[in-house]
């Protein structure tokens, strides 16, 4: 393994911090309708990984174990997922029964 930490440069730029969770933000799997150059998951119509059943049922879950209100959903298209959705239903039931 590389020592990488010697090649660090210091810096005046604040250091990060972690604050409270607020957002959610799965995705969903990659498949796309479409094939853009710009796509940082390359996402495209041929593209078969899509996020499973069980792991699907367990967003719900998380958002009420950690009292999340906002849901991003994110892929290739989401919307393309067979489970999205019963997932968005859910998500919204969760937010209207707050």
Do not use: W
Not at 13 to 32: D, M, S, W
Not at 38 to 52: F, I, L, Q, S
Request: hydrophobic share 40%; with cysteine; net charge negative.
């Amino acid at each position: 393994m590389h020592a990488t930490l010697p090649l660090l440069q210091a810096t005046e730029f604040p250091a990060l911090r972690r604050h409270t969770l607020e957002i959610l933000q799965v995705n969903l799997g990659y498949k796309c309708n479409q094939t853009c150059v710009h796509c940082h998951v390359n996402a495209g119509p041929n593209r078969t990984e899509m996020m499973d059943s069980e792991t699907l049922a367990l967003i719900p879950q998380v958002l009420a174990a950690r009292d999340l209100h906002t849901l991003d959903l994110t892929g290739g298209a989401p919307e393309l997922h067979e489970g999205f959705r019963d997932l968005v239903r859910a998500a919204r039931a969760r937010a209207q029964g707050d």
